[in-house]
């Protein structure tokens, strides 16, 4: 499904996946995909953090006690974060600091990349959607909405969850 989309690398069958935030839902959604062979790129914010993370193999901050395998790798420059081209972005940044994120990292964004948020909530002051304030910062993509019931501890724990996906193309929806 994902070759539909884009191409990570065209020497890789695996695809590439671009996650935007390295809290706990942003890191939970990086075990999910590589323990299913998918090639993983973190970006964070903060190069302390991400070194912190890389050096220990755990988000101790934010999920706690879940070892990150070697595969996932971790960045805070936000060229490198979209190197090689992933076949699919997941934005995992809380609603109260997207547009600062986004508005960063738009430029490196390649075009027309597929974006999938998994925040929560709604801009305070413009009352916008967390895809709305993506496709407010990086223009025109296809987005995706992935939501529910759910925290990322108890997903991690393997805790019983349920999620919805909404997109306007079905294909990403999908995915």
């Known amino acids: 499904l994902f070759s539909r989309l884009h191409g990570c690398a065209m020497s890789s069958p695996i695809p590439c996946v671009t996650i935007v935030g390295d809290g706990a839902m942003g890191t939970l959604c990086a075990l999910m995909l590589a323990r299913r062979g998918t090639r993983v790129t973190v970006w964070g914010r903060s ?9 220990e193999r755990e988000n101790k901050r934010y999920l706690p006690g879940h070892r990150l395998p070697e595969s996932i790798h971790l960045v805070s420059d936000p060229t490198a974060a979209f190197l090689p081209k992933p076949d699919l972005v997941v934005s995992a940044v809380p609603c109260q600091f997207m547009r600062s994120v986004w508005a960063r990292l738009a430029p490196h964004v390649p075009k027309n990349a597929p974006i999938v948020s998994v925040a929560k909530g709604i801009e305070v002051g413009t009352l916008m959607r967390p895809t709305d304030i993506i496709r407010d910062c990086v223009g025109d993509a296809p987005l995706a909405c992935l939501s529910g019931p759910s925290i990322a501890p108890e997903i991690a724990r393997e805790k019983p969850a349920s999620v919805v996906v909404a997109a306007t193309d079905p294909r990403l929806a999908e995915i």
């Open 47 to 55: 190069a302390e953090h991400v070194k912190e993370i890389d050096r």
